[in-house]
């Protein structure tokens, strides 16, 4: 307890001390602005805290002297930057967000926690909401032929003939033979109902406890006999799918609790699949599909384009970070290399500016210009982490 009090009471003497001479107006005083965002002293405080609290151990276990900034600037600097950067990058992932119209409804949040730690929730949820963005605008954008959908349900016609189902879930705890017995007798109560003609909905609104409910039961995704969504790949608990597989007609229910690792399901049969005419919207929506990784990629591109054209002003001396001095460049000319005086010589060729040039070589917009460009879907730093 003593030694995490000390380490507390240092982190907020480095965070006190780290930008002295800044303005103590609002929030710690403006530090910097990113397109004219204002950056306050206090989130960059608060992620300076964080990283630190985060190395603290690992860096004690090898022996470094985390006490002392003087004996370690070059660690304390990499953090200092590294708080100063991610500053600037949840600055712009706002106001790339902004152009998507996401939105943060924690304003409340903002007088009841520390300014930083507000920063931080606010720019991690429109992160998350820009993420989704990108990725439903890729797939509105996404086209797939007739061919293709084809080609994808003859592949393996098994994988997609499917039956779509509600169910009324009853849970209980396995470990308890009453609890059981109780979820077991009432899902037989249920369906002694159904049989009397009450509606599968109506019950599965006031009795099942699955999200499902809210809709009468109903599972959006076709399930097929191996027990994965057609449209997801989601698997199915075995149980529930066998229960399903066992109904004869559309509107056919269980007759008896289906149990699954959840409890016990009364399942209804809403529909059968078993045609490419049947399923081929079906393909056609699965094979539009976008991936995580792709939608990563393309807000990642986004976020460096926009980096690349931020006005990022810093209006505070780092404490430790020291700018990298530039490499000079290496001249390797050889001036006592051998010459050729009867070599062929083309005496042209260093005044055709476009000699050997290929117009159509690649280009990467992104290579290593920016050294300071960042992964907005890097893993963020989760503040309840280290505690």
Same mark, same amino acid.
């Given at each position: 307890?003593?030694?995490?009090?000390?380490? /507390? %009471?240092?982190?907020?003497?480095?965070?006190?001390?780290?930008?002295?001479?800044?303005?103590? #107006?609002? #929030?710690?005083?403006?530090?910097?602005?990113?397109?004219?965002?204002?950056?306050?002293?206090?989130?960059?405080?608060?992620?300076?805290?964080?990283?630190?609290?985060?190395?603290?151990?690992?860096?004690?276990?090898?022996?470094?002297?985390?006490?002392? &900034?003087?004996?370690?600037?070059?660690?304390?600097?990499?953090?200092?930057?590294?708080?100063?950067?991610? !500053?600037?990058?949840? @600055?712009?992932?706002?106001?790339?967000?902004? +152009?998507?119209?996401?939105?943060?409804? $924690?304003?409340?949040?903002?007088?009841?926690?520390?300014?930083?730690?507000?920063?931080?929730?606010?720019?991690?949820?429109? #992160?998350?909401?820009?993420?989704?963005?990108?990725?439903?605008?890729? /797939?509105?954008?996404?086209?797939?032929?007739?061919?293709?959908?084809? !080609?994808?349900?003859?592949?393996?016609?098994?994988?997609?003939?499917?039956?779509?189902?509600?169910?009324? %879930?009853?849970?209980?705890?396995?470990?308890?033979?009453?609890?059981?017995?109780? @979820?077991?007798?009432?899902?037989?109560?249920?369906?002694?109902?159904?049989?009397?003609?009450?509606?599968?909905?109506?019950?599965?609104?006031?009795?099942?406890?699955?999200?499902?409910?809210?809709?009468?039961?109903?599972?959006?995704?076709?399930? #097929? !006999?191996?027990?994965?969504?057609?449209?997801?790949?989601?698997?199915?608990?075995?149980?529930?799918? @066998?229960?399903?597989?066992?109904? $004869?007609?559309?509107?056919?229910?269980?007759?008896?609790?289906?149990?699954?690792?959840?409890?016990?399901?009364?399942?209804?049969?809403?529909?059968?699949?078993?045609?490419?005419?049947?399923?081929?919207?079906?393909?056609?929506?699965?094979?539009?599909?976008? =991936?995580?990784?792709?939608? =990563?990629?393309?807000?990642?591109?986004?976020?460096?384009?926009?980096?690349?054209?931020?006005?990022?002003?810093?209006?505070?001396?780092?404490?430790?970070?020291?700018?990298?001095?530039?490499?000079?460049?290496?001249?390797?000319?050889? &001036?006592?290399?051998?010459?050729?005086?009867?070599? +062929?010589?083309?005496?042209?060729?260093?005044?055709? &500016?476009?000699?050997?040039?290929?117009?159509? @070589?690649?280009?990467?917009?992104?290579?290593?210009?920016?050294?300071?460009?960042?992964?907005?879907?890097?893993?963020?730093?989760?503040?309840?982490?280290?505690?």
């Amino acid at each position: 307890m003593k030694k995490l009090l000390i380490v /507390l %009471l240092v982190v907020l003497m480095l965070t006190t001390v780290l930008l002295a001479g800044c303005s103590s #107006n609002n #929030n710690g005083g403006v530090i910097g602005t990113v397109n004219g965002q204002e950056i306050y002293k206090d989130t960059l405080d608060y992620y300076f805290g964080f990283y630190y609290e985060q190395y603290y151990s690992y860096f004690v276990n090898m022996g470094m002297d985390m006490l002392n &900034p003087d004996n370690n600037k070059e660690l304390f600097g990499q953090i200092e930057y590294s708080a100063w950067q991610l !500053a600037v990058n949840c @600055a712009i992932i706002e106001q790339i967000a902004a +152009d998507y119209d996401c939105t943060f409804n $924690g304003d409340k949040l903002q007088d009841s926690m520390v300014y930083g730690y507000y920063d931080f929730l606010k720019a991690n949820d429109l #992160n998350n909401q820009l993420f989704e963005a990108v990725k439903a605008e890729l /797939l509105a954008t996404k086209v797939v032929s007739d061919e293709e959908v084809k !080609a994808a349900y003859d592949a393996d016609p098994a994988a997609w003939n499917s039956r779509l189902t509600s169910h009324i %879930l009853i849970t209980c705890d396995f470990t308890d033979p009453a609890s059981v017995d109780a @979820a077991r007798t009432q899902a037989q109560e249920l369906i002694d109902q159904l049989n009397e003609g009450a509606d599968f909905a109506d019950l599965a609104l006031e009795y099942s406890e699955d999200g499902s409910s809210t809709n009468g039961g109903k599972i959006d995704s076709y399930i #097929n !006999a191996a027990g994965n969504a057609i449209d997801s790949g989601s698997p199915y608990d075995a149980g529930y799918v @066998a229960g399903a597989y066992a109904l $004869g007609a559309v509107g056919d229910f269980s007759q008896a609790p289906v149990q699954s690792q959840y409890g016990f399901h009364i399942i209804k049969l809403d529909g059968v699949a078993t045609s490419y005419e049947d399923l081929k919207d079906i393909v056609a929506t699965s094979l539009k599909s976008v =991936s995580d990784e792709e939608a =990563s990629a393309a807000l990642t591109e986004i976020f460096n384009t926009a980096y690349a054209s931020a006005d990022i002003v810093q209006k505070f001396d780092f404490k430790y970070y020291v700018e990298p001095e530039a490499e000079a460049p290496v001249d390797d000319t050889d &001036p006592n290399a051998d010459v050729d005086p009867n070599a +062929d010589v083309d005496p042209n060729a260093a005044d055709d &500016p476009n000699a050997d040039v290929d117009p159509n @070589a690649d280009v990467d917009p992104n290579a290593a210009d920016d050294p300071e460009a960042a992964d907005p879907n890097a893993d963020t730093p989760d503040p309840d982490a280290a505690q």
